[in-house]
């Protein structure tokens, strides 16, 4: 069993920049690959990033490239998202997720934090 608890979220200015975090507990954290994924009211859960079990793979979101990195620290349990320069348009309450076999599917994901929400003002 993992529980997954996300902070760092708030509002902020377009340009700005916010780090999210997740904390895990569980002794298996390190076996889980790790993904953000975000929502907007009336649209599917959106894939932004994700990091393999030991951290050195990563893909994101087309549009997040170059302006969000996705990090993970196996010893303190926890996924950061930091996300600079940010737009109006990546506004959404951003969920940590974990999976064990690795899977992208928002569908089949093994566990969910409960999201903290992102607000960029024009």
């Known amino acids: 069993q993992v529980q997954l608890v996300e902070s760092g979220g708030g509002l902020v200015q377009a340009g700005g920049s916010l780090r999210l975090s997740c904390a895990a507990s569980?002794?298996?954290?390190?076996?889980?690959?790790m993904f953000w994924f975000r929502q907007t009211p009336g649209k599917e859960r959106e894939f932004v990033a994700v990091?393999?079990?030991?951290?050195?793979?990563?893909r994101y979101l087309d549009s997040v490239k170059g302006r969000f990195t996705i990090s993970r620290d196996n010893a303190k349990n926890t996924v950061d998202l930091q996300m600079n320069s940010l737009k109006p348009e990546d506004t959404a309450v951003y969920y940590c997720?974990?999976?064990?076999?690795?899977?992208?599917?928002?569908?089949?994901?093994?566990?969910w934090g409960k999201g903290t929400t992102v607000t960029v003002s024009s």
């Open positions: 990091v393999g079990r030991s951290g050195t793979f990563t």
């Open positions: 569980g002794r298996t954290f390190s076996s889980y690959v």
């Open positions: 997720a974990a999976d064990l076999g690795g899977s992208i599917n928002p569908r089949t994901m093994d566990y």
